[in-house]
């Protein structure tokens, strides 16, 4: 047991380290000083850089930053590694270690920008003409109560639900028609299990993303998490009850749930990719990982709408940030809302940049034409997505049943408020209604209130 | 050795002044790396505190709220839990495995490496290898043993009454190997007339491993129990990667709960009040012990 004490040791070091080497960092808040010179020389640092496990990836990130540090002579842009993950996000924040940009979960920024983690960035995107393209439904999520801007939406997704077409076929189901409905959904499960042997459908468990679907679900049975304040919780009631007693009913009653109830993002998508599920609740970018890292057949991969009870009530929407490094000056904030609008809205714009940017996906073995949702406005997506059509090579076909919804379900955004403690909180409700038979979901419910309640009240 | 006090100037030619400055760089490392954190720890409990804006003085606010969390008795007993099962299970294993080894004369090397090769795989490879064994369908690892001898598959992490014990299995495995080369050395050290007088005397060996073998090292035992007891109140690694806490928090650990408070709420205030009340609760815990086993202890 030493190298346990070892380990544990070594993890109290570093969470000290950290914390010394942050009390030397500067205690002040954000505030960007200075008057703006858009030619004066200027270093900023990129995130979400590749690893070097896709060199690929990493070819076609240096070749933009190459581009564009040739097309902006003053700005110098370096890189690095770093991402979000809801796991190590607050110390990355909290250890002063942040790129000037990098990609947050459409959940950090309304806990963000009262805590003043995040610059009020308003006037200088008007300087990059920015503000214009955004799609003031999304911008909401960036947004204080006085309508200033505090970071740039960039992808939006929804969640839907992804299947396994192969196996729709062995059980006998048309692999072009996904269940709509919850009813169907526990239906295709059990013909699932009883042709194949497979999961008919497996839930997301674990690091938070247990609390977060059994949200979407909620969403899909017309109930809320959280009210509009984000004061209070709101789940203890009809809707989440409801999401959970099909949870019970398919892991207990048919057993269409197979045997791992213990998931996250990666590993349900990994033994999706292996076909050891039929249906599971995911966005569509779950494309990518299950394809290219998990080698799943393209033709295999199918995505349908959320599916509903009664409504249709609407689908849980989330997406990513670019957040900016509340410590950098109105110099590096102006370069970095260049460097976004020239690598994420330009090529809405333009015809050639769009063309040259697919055909540049393929030749890294990426993707072209997954469906999304727009940061922009439908029209604009829309021409972009024709410019792009001829070199597509995701099965758009399979996603149909995505793709109408994203028109017919009403996008609901996820809770304002700590919304990544209240899903960690709600991942023991969906785990004790999957792994305990006589798990008693008012109780649990009630409990989970109480829990969060404290937390928001905090 | 001359006595200068009160003779500076002879402290000095002796080089007294060179020694200091030759210690004190390395004492303010010492001072601030090690120290320097647990001070910063003790002021971060006592504030509300994101690190990105000033801090407020809360008091003993941190605390009262960890304290009423409700979920800090479940985390309290779930490492209790694991400390208990770690105890019956896991601190027997490395002294048979030390005791045995060093039992064999020739090939004693053989078993050597084969109980020390755990230690060396990183935890995160070894968890990986160890959720595959624990894969809860009936093609897993374990459950394909269990089912030769007709035994249905356990559902291992996934059950909230087994994935503790699952949890301490793997962490004996990896964890018996580096103690057990501990009481190895310590073994080295018993005398061997003392084996061969028992043998004389007509003592078989549980007769010699009870009355030489234990009572010469008990005081490395002892040592080792307590450090085991610190490193289990201490388990973070397992619970995190195996079962990230659940199901149902059955796995969800002290530690585990200082994590979230830290790096999911961005609550450092709350993360380092616990933190403080862990190291208290283990100060008290050692010095009860130390009284405790006074008595028995070879020092």
Known sequence: MTRSSARSFAAFTTTAALLTLTACADDSGPAAGGSIDQNAPVTITIGDRPTPDKPADVAAFDRNVKAFMEKHQNITVKSTETKWDAQTFQAQVAGGSLPTVMNISFTEPQNMIPNKQLPDITEELKLVDLTKDLNPETLKIVQDGEGRIYGVPIDVFSVGLAYNRALFTQAGLDPDKPPTTWDEVRAYAKQIKEKTGKAGYAQLTKDNTGGWMLTTMTYSMGGTVQSTDGKKSTFNDAPTKKALQLLKDMRWTDDTMGTNFLYNQEEIRQDFAAGKIGMVLQAPDAYDMTVKNFGMKPTDYGHGALPQDGGPHGTLSGGSIKMINPKATKNEIVAALKWIKSQEFDKYTSEALAVENAKNSIADKGFVGRPGISPLSQETYDQYNKWREPYANVPVKQFQGYIDSTKSLKLLPEPSNKAQEVYALLDPVVQQVLTKQDADIDKLLTDAATKIDARLGR | MANFAG????????????????????????????????????????????????????????????????????????????????????????????????????????????????????????????????????????????????????????????????????????????????????????????????????AGIWSRVWHVTLPQIRGIILIMMLLQLIGTFQVFTEPFLFTGGGPDNATTTILLLIYRYAFINGDFGAATALSVLLAIVLCVLSVVYHLLTRRWSTT
């Open chain 2, 7 to 202: 003779r500076p100037s002879a402290w000095y030619r002796s080089g007294g002044l060179s020694a200091v400055v030759f210690v004190l760089p390395l004492l303010l490392v010492f001072l601030y790396f090690s120290w320097g954190p647990i001070v910063r720890g003790l002021v971060l409990s006592f504030q509300k505190n994101n690190l990105v804006t000033t801090p407020e003085w809360v008091g003993m606010a941190n605390f009262s709220y960890v304290l009423t969390d409700p979920q800090l008795p479940q985390a309290a007993m779930n490492t209790l839990y694991f400390a208990l099962l770690a105890l019956i299970f896991g601190f027997p294993v490395p002294l048979f495995l030390a005791v045995f080894i060093s039992e064999l004369r020739s090939t004693g090397w053989l078993y050597n490496v084969f109980s020390y090769l755990p230690a060396v795989v990183p935890p995160v490879a070894a968890i990986l290898l160890w959720k595959f064994f624990y894969d809860p369908s009936s093609a897993g690892v374990f459950n394909t043993i269990l089912g030769w001898i007709g035994i249905d598959p356990l559902p291992w992490l996934n059950s909230s009454t087994l994935a503790m014990p699952a949890i301490v299995l793997e962490a004996t495995w990896a964890g018996a190997g580096a103690t057990s080369i501990i009481y190895l050395a310590a073994l080295t050290g018993v005398r061997t007339e003392l084996y061969e007088a028992a043998e004389l005397d007509g």
